[in-house]
């Protein structure tokens, strides 16, 4: 008995997830970015330094914080490529001559969220 193939939606709403996470972190780093630009925009007092300093050590934080989301996030499209691609080759084999539909080779839902 032949299986027909069916995309993974689950897997596909994870990754969306996780791009979304993503995404999310790069925006909060651009703020932190925006808000330490102000700082360096004025002559500063001894305590603006400081808070300037400060306002670095956010946006290094947020920087950190973005690079580990996109790592996360390849990651896991690698993950969810490779378990799909073990599937179809399954279902290529399984359904050779039957007629039912299989992913093409090289094919990876988690494509078409990007």
């Not at 299986?3 to 925006?27: C, G, H, R, S």
Request: some cysteine; charged content about 25%; proline content about 5%.
């Amino acid at each position: 008995m032949a299986l027909d193939w069916v995309p993974m939606a689950n897997e596909q709403v994870d990754f969306t997830i996780m791009q979304q996470a993503y995404k999310d972190a790069v925006e909060q780093w651009i703020g932190a970015i925006r808000a330490e630009e102000a700082l360096a925009s004025v002559h500063p007092s001894v305590a603006e330094v400081d808070t300037w300093e400060h306002a670095h050590f956010a946006e290094e934080d947020a920087r950190e914080k973005a690079l580990q989301a996109k790592k996360n996030t390849r990651t896991r499209f690698v993950e969810v490529c490779s378990a799909f691609d073990l599937q179809a080759t399954s279902i290529r084999s399984e359904t050779v001559g039957s007629g039912a539909s299989a992913p093409p080779p090289g094919f990876c839902p988690a494509r078409s969220t990007l």
